[in-house]
């Protein structure tokens, strides 16, 4: 899985089969895991939980998600490089 970001413990990811679902990263402690937690980018520059599947405690999820809208521009243009996309779709 490519690694986006470290924040704290935690990795920043992406799967590589999901190239066709709005763009997202996957956060897990350590490694990647199937049920990492998942957040969703807007088109307006925020992130929304999907899902909290790592099950981070709230204080370190709002953390995580303040680093990932600061990097949001970054983390679509990792995207795009991962994926070969030219324009992205979002959650909203």
């Not at 590589?16 to 969703?40: D, F, M, Q, R």
């Not at 999820?61 to 991962?82: G, P, Q, R």
Request: aromatic share 12%; net charge positive; glycine share 8%.
């Amino acid at each position: 899985m490519p690694n986006v970001l470290r924040i704290g413990g935690y990795l920043v990811y992406f799967w590589t089969n999901e190239n066709l679902e709005p763009i997202h990263v996957h956060i897990s402690e350590g490694k990647p895991t199937e049920n990492a937690t998942k957040i969703w980018l807007t088109k307006a520059g925020g992130a929304v939980v999907a899902s909290n599947g790592s099950r981070i405690p709230t204080n370190k999820l709002n953390k995580i998600l303040e680093v990932i809208i600061d990097n949001h521009f970054y983390i679509c243009l990792k995207w795009k490089e991962m994926f070969g996309q030219d324009t992205l779709a979002f959650y909203c």
